[in-house]
């Protein structure tokens, strides 16, 4: 699994002109899923993206996790992080399909909600508008691969 991590003041997504999800301050998730991709992944990545010291602190310094900073968390399922550069139309054969894509996306956001955080989401396949107020900014990539 792969995730492009950004530390937010807030963060919504918008489909169809309605707001679905919305968060304060936290974290905004643009989560893909790979084909060899599992649930231990999900797991796995939900608990790093929650345990992340990237709050600051009030000396100003990134100490304070998701939970230490009192953050939400704003999923939302992207497919192109598993895209193929090679040429310049990217390909996407390398994502997920839609049945193991949706399971984990949901999976992930599961975990997170076990852990204690109220999480907010996109709609999976759909066309969407992310809007984020970027706090830092603050940026991260994760791969499941190289954790």
Known sequence: ??????????????????VRGSI????????????EDTEAEAL????????????????GKMNLNLAAAGGEVLAVSQFTLFADT???????????GPTLAIALYEHFMEECRRLGFRVASGE????MQVSS????????LLDTDHM
Do not use: H, W, Y
């Open 24 to 35: 304060g301050k936290g974290l905004l998730v643009l989560l893909g899923v790979g084909p």
């Open 86 to 96: 090679k040429s310049r139309r990217p390909g996407f054969t390398k994502a997920a």
């Open 124 to 127: 999976f396949g759909a066309d």
């Open 1 to 18: 699994m792969r995730a492009v991590i950004t530390r937010v003041r807030e963060a919504s997504v918008t489909i169809d002109g309605q």
């Open 133 to 140: 107020i970027n706090d830092g900014p603050v940026t991260i």
């Open 44 to 59: 796995r990545l939900a608990d790093k993206v929650a345990g992340l010291r990237i709050f600051s602190d009030d000396q």
